[in-house]
């Protein structure tokens, strides 16, 4: 414990974001930053607790509590409080490949389970973590460590997400040669392209992705496997294959008027907004929000990186569709600590839109019925009606809609960001893969092999969608059990 009495010494400050009516108008990074004595209150903050929940994970309930990744959080905060920087980094790297991209794009489930969060703010960890790794890459602490010697094992990796990324990470460690095969142009995945630059920016992920080259692993972008080679060619040339391309198939709103030109999946929209951004802002098509009264289905990060997006756009009108009730102030009897908070919050795009247009956008409770055309093909309005969750004789929690509360809404752009099913890539089929009734790989978890000799699965496309961090922590999992595959045993974490 860096401070006995921190806690009761210090407030919770986080790192704090630009202001909102500045920042829509640029692109960079949302954040700014703490100073180092304020990083170092935060860190006396922690209490070094018998049981430290934040890195005990668990889930209960789909949701997570603590770290997935077991990051070594109260040894780190000890350190960075007694300005011993150098050191906190090793401790944050020994469990975490990435800490820059958890650090800026994690919802902080160790926040949610700190022990001082019962009775107070909790410490402010993601910033803590966030601010160690941006400054070992200030300092030049964070190097290519390539492996000193090489097995002769050969292994590929489809996808470059966090999982996949995780997993070639651990197995270049172990000497072994990969090859990271990825569909897109750029390396990354859902890193890349799912999360908005002001979010996470891609320099930050570029320079990720140059240290991995440089310490030995090949990336092949551009080839998406199933489809420009077929999968059995990394079986018949790899001596193992993993599998971390994601859980990408959207889920649709199947109802009238769903044909109309204007209607995007969120992942769509976002995509091309990032490829504008990096390629060619000029020649690349996007789907614009500038001047359309836009319409986004669905809460989550995904539906809020909409919100954020339209708003840099320009929009004319921002609306935000959830079909779930409002969630509390404070953590109901129904969700006691340690278990993530759902409560009410407002996140980084709805702060955007509500500095501009006066109000938190999202709408609760409310069930979409049907889009309507102005008789050219395109969208311009759809309706809606509210809708009450109640509790059936099986003790199933169903929707019934409240008579009398249609309502009508213009919009030219409707953006759905209701989820995903599972994979869309022919990879497992080509490979016949087993699949579980979610359609995902199967593979048990802390095993990660598939019911096919030498090939594994690991993140979202084992799993379903899920955290960043959880993708961290499967495809290290994916890698050790690789590993002991290949060579009888492993070193592996």
């Not at 430290?52 to 960075?80: D, R, Y």
């Not at 593979?443 to 993140?459: I, L, Q, R």
Request: with cysteine; aromatic share 6%; hydrophobic share 35%.
């Amino acid at each position: 414990m860096g401070k006995p009495t921190g806690f009761m010494e210090f407030e919770r400050k986080e790192t704090p974001n630009r202001n909102p009516e500045e920042r829509v108008k640029d692109w960079d990074s949302l954040h700014e930053h703490l100073t180092t004595e304020e990083l170092q209150e935060q860190g006396a903050r922690c209490m070094d607790c018998g049981i430290p929940f934040c890195q005990t994970a668990e889930e209960k309930n789909g949701a997570s509590m603590g770290c997935p990744i077991h990051n070594l959080i109260p040894e780190w905060n000890h350190l960075v409080y007694n300005d011993k920087w150098e050191e906190a980094l090793h401790r944050l790297h020994k469990t975490n490949n990435f800490p820059e991209f958890t650090g800026r794009a994690c919802p902080a489930p160790c926040e949610g389970s700190c022990v001082l969060g019962i009775i107070e703010e909790p410490v402010a960890i993601k910033s803590i973590e966030q601010a160690i790794i941006d400054r070992g890459f200030e300092e030049g602490w964070v190097t290519p460590q390539p492996p000193e010697n090489r097995t002769d094992k050969e292994v590929a990796i489809v996808g470059s997400g966090p999982a996949g990324l995780a997993a070639a990470d651990q197995l270049n460690k172990a000497g072994h040669t990969l090859t990271v095969y990825e569909r897109d142009k750029r390396v990354g995945g859902l890193l890349m392209y799912g999360i908005p630059n002001m979010k996470l920016e891609k320099t930050v992920v570029d320079r990720r992705i140059n240290l991995m080259k440089e310490e030995g692993i090949n990336f092949v972008t551009g080839t998406e496997i199933g489809t420009d080679m077929h999968a059995t060619e990394l079986t018949d040339n790899y001596d193992a294959v993993i599998l971390a391309g994601g859980a990408t198939n959207p889920r649709d709103l199947e109802i009238e008027g769903r044909d109309l030109e204007g209607i995007h999946f969120a992942m769509e929209f976002l995509h091309a907004n990032v490829e504008k951004l990096l390629e060619d802002e000029h020649k690349n098509e996007f789907i614009s929000a500038k001047d359309k009264d836009v319409i986004v289905i669905g809460g989550g990060d995904t539906g809020t990186d909409c919100v954020s997006t339209s708003m840099r756009h320009g929009c004319n009108t921002l609306t935000q569709f959830e079909i779930m009730p409002k969630p509390p102030a404070s953590r109901g009897e129904e969700n006691p600590w340690p278990e993530w908070p759902h409560v009410y919050k407002v996140d980084y795009g709805q702060e955007e839109a509500k500095a501009r247009f006066g109000d938190d956008p999202r709408q609760y409770q409310v069930m979409t019925k049907k889009f309507l055309g102005d008789g050219n093909g395109n969208v311009k309005e759809l309706h809606t009606v509210e809708v009450e969750w109640k509790t059936n004789d099986d003790g199933q929690k169903v929707l019934e809609e409240v008579s009398g509360t249609e309502k009508v809404w213009k919009a030219d752009l409707v953006l759905l960001a209701m989820g995903f099913l599972g994979p869309e890539n022919p990879v497992l089929e080509q490979l016949e893969v087993e699949r579980d009734e979610r359609s995902n790989a199967k593979a048990p978890y802390d095993e990660y092999h598939t019911n096919v000799d030498g090939v594994f699965a690991a993140g979202d496309m084992r799993r379903g969608q899920s955290l960043i961090v959880w993708a961290i922590n499967e495809g290290r999992g994916a890698a050790r059990e690789c590993d002991r595959y290949l060579m009888g045993s492993t070193e592996l974490p």
